[in-house]
């Protein structure tokens, strides 16, 4: 059984760094069938998919546009986890963050494990 | 980017009825969509995919029907248990939620 377990800081400073950590267990990051993702869901904007990390041979990173010069997503082989890191953060970016697995049935794609969620509220 | 727009917002229905959710794609999305059911503080389940594919484990009284830009999800006789907020999700190309559809049990 796959599942994610999220760690990080619930309370992060306007301007600075948003860093939180997504530790699998069941399936591994360097999986060349699975894509690992960070989603956010916030009041004004409900669910946000912010970007993903995946192997196939070599690393691959998609972000959204919205996010893509303050966003980063990096795969820790040796620790089997992948984290998230959203700079120059503003009250706009506090949200519940979740990471998520992608799995396909070689035609459809889908989000089929979750981590519970970390809230992140962004506040001086 | 794709808008999905999910309706109603809010669904009140009694127990043993049918309840039936839509979504509607901006563009063409074929059949790359999914459905998700979140309950409070807990992280969203996958139900369906592939617009019509039900996830190891979700019951026979959840369907999804639909492709191009039109999607229903419908439950067909509701239990106490299926009160949550529903979201559909396009993956033509990067991911977009729609605002979800929030079941009541009335």
């Known amino acids: 059984q796959v599942q994610l377990q999220q760690s990080g800081p619930g309370l992060v400073k306007p301007s600075q760094t948003l860093s939180l950590t997504c530790a699998i267990s069941?399936?591994?990051?360097?999986?060349?069938?699975?894509?690992w993702n960070w989603i956010r869901r916030s009041p004004s904007r409900g669910l946000e998919w912010l970007g993903k990390?995946?192997?196939?041979?070599?690393?691959?990173?998609d972000y959204a546009v919205a996010v893509k010069s303050r966003i980063t997503i990096n795969p820790d082989t040796s620790k089997n986890q992948f984290s998230l890191q959203l700079n120059s953060v503003t009250p706009e970016d506090t949200a519940v963050y979740y990471c998520?697995?992608?799995?396909?049935?070689?035609?459809?794609?889908?989000?089929?494990?979750w981590g519970k969620g970390t809230t992140v509220t962004v506040s001086s | 980017e794709i808008v999905m727009t999910q309706s109603p917002a809010t669904l009140s229905v009694s127990p043993g009825d049918r309840a039936t959710l839509s979504c509607r794609a901006s563009?063409?999305?074929?059949?790359?969509l999914a459905w998700y059911q979140q309950k409070p503080g807990q992280a969203p389940r996958l139900l369906i995919y592939?617009?019509?594919t039900r996830a190891t484990g979700i019951p026979a009284r959840f369907s999804g029907s639909g492709s191009g830009t039109e999607f229903t999800v419908t439950i067909s006789s509701l239990q106490s248990e299926d009160s949550a907020v529903y979201y559909c999700?396009?993956?033509?190309?990067?991911?977009?939620f729609g605002q979800g559809t929030k079941v009541e049990i009335k």
């Open positions: 998520a697995r992608e799995g396909s049935d070689r035609y459809y794609y889908y989000m089929d494990v």
């Open positions: 069941g399936d591994s990051v360097s999986s060349n069938s699975a894509a």
């Open positions: 990390t995946f192997f196939r041979s070599k690393w691959y990173n």
């Open positions: 563009q063409s999305v074929a059949s790359n």
């Open positions: 592939g617009a019509s």
């Open positions: 999700q396009q993956y033509n190309n990067w991911p977009t």
